[in-house]
């Protein structure tokens, strides 16, 4: 990864925020992105080769496994983080354009001509209503991962010991997940983070629509 363009999109993004973004942006930065890269992939590193059944059946393990786990929580949150951070880009984005067309027009008419954009970062007109769409996009991608989660792993919690009497199992076998314990630890402090972020936007949201 490159550490300096990411480190420009994140200032970028830390400049055009309000104050309710800046503080939704640390939590996504250090409490989703951090954990996830530094701890929550290696946790899950084991998930399939650790995953016991008492049969020796060939295919049984596999099978009972896609079962209980049809999508890995790592790569679940590394879609949710990527769909929740594009908005953001899009922020930048616009004020980008903006930049470019003034810079177009002083070009072409001199320092003298009206500015059509004085501050273009100010979030005015079609600039406020990227913004404004760009909270609800990242609360409701949020809100639709966490019910994805909910869906896959009732109760977000993963139990010790499951059963499985799915084809080609001989009959009822009991799996074993690998640190089930650990495993729910970080699940229900992803969960916690994400419903944080989602209140932020709410109330940026709310704090934009207010102002104005």
């Known amino acids: 990864m490159n550490w300096s363009v990411f480190e420009g999109l994140l200032s970028g993004v830390n400049k055009y925020s309000t104050a309710f973004g800046r503080i939704w942006l640390s939590l996504v930065f250090i409490f989703r992105l951090l954990v996830y890269v530094v701890a929550a992939e290696r946790v899950w590193s084991d998930d399939h080769k650790d995953f016991d059944c008492n ?44 930049e470019a067309k003034e810079q177009r027009l002083r070009e072409a008419g001199g320092d003298g001509c009206r500015r059509i954009y004085p501050n273009p970062g100010k979030k005015r007109g079609g600039l406020w209503w990227t913004y404004l769409l760009s909270l609800v996009f990242k609360a409701g991608v949020d809100v639709v991962f966490l019910y994805i989660f909910y869906r896959f792993y009732r109760n977000y919690t993963l139990p010790r010991v499951v059963k499985c009497e799915l084809r080609p199992c001989p009959n009822v076998v009991d799996c074993f997940i690998s640190r089930p314990t650990e495993k729910n630890i970080f699940t229900l402090f992803m969960v916690v983070t994400t419903c944080v972020c989602i209140v932020l936007s709410l109330v940026e949201a709310a704090y934009l629509v207010g102002k104005r």
């Open 55 to 98: 049969t020796r059946q060939p295919g049984c393990t596999n099978v009972c496994f896609d079962h209980f786990f049809p999508v890995s929580h790592i790569r679940l949150w590394a879609l949710q983080l990527i769909l929740v951070t594009c908005p953001s880009l899009l922020v930048i984005m616009h004020v980008a354009y903006r």
